[in-house]
């Protein structure tokens, strides 16, 4: 499965509250991004109040068929951007979630990609088997560096309102 929705511009004063939950059966995939962009820059609006929380689980079945939590994160930005949380000027973050049987090979395909992402700050590590990448920085920036690691794991571009 793929979920790749186009990124959530969070305005000056919104309240957004996401959760996004994946339950991914041995056998099955699961390749999905999350892009947020605090306020609107071409507009020269900063995000100084408001709300996202903005939550993610996956969950894997374990040997007795039962789902367990693999992964969970959620990311609370109240009022301005943190800078103190490691944003500094940034104002847009993609987290990618990769979920396969055998994550480690998609794992360093990753890692040498973002290596190579210069106009972004980005990592990328697999908990429990399940792959996240997270790339900060300036929108249009993180917008670029997510098309392209997006692009790479699919083999093909992306839909076509990607590009636009």
């Not at 499965?1 to 959530?8: A, G, H, I, N």
């Not at 991004?33 to 996956?58: I, K, T």
């Not at 190579?116 to 429990?128: I, K, L, P, Q």
């Amino acid at each position: 499965m793929e979920w790749l929705p186009q990124e959530t511009i969070v305005f000056q004063g919104a309240r957004l509250k996401r959760r996004t939950v994946a339950e991914v059966e041995p056998g099955g995939a699961l390749l999905a991004c999350e892009m947020v962009v605090l306020g609107r820059a071409a507009s020269g609006e900063r995000f100084q109040s408001g709300l996202l929380l903005d939550s993610w689980s996956v969950r894997r079945p374990a040997r007795s068929q039962t789902a367990r939590l693999a992964w969970t994160d959620t990311l609370k930005v109240e009022g301005e951007t943190p800078d103190g949380a490691g944003f500094g000027v940034a104002n847009a973050l993609a987290t990618v979630i990769g979920v396969w049987d055998d994550p480690q090979p998609r794992f360093e395909k990753a890692r040498a990609l973002l290596e190579a992402a210069s106009e972004v700050r980005a990592g990328v590590t697999v908990v429990n088997g399940v792959m996240v990448a997270r790339l900060l920085g300036e929108a249009t920036a993180v917008r670029s560096a997510t098309i392209r690691l997006l692009t790479d794991f699919r083999g093909r571009r992306l839909p076509r309102v990607w590009h636009v």
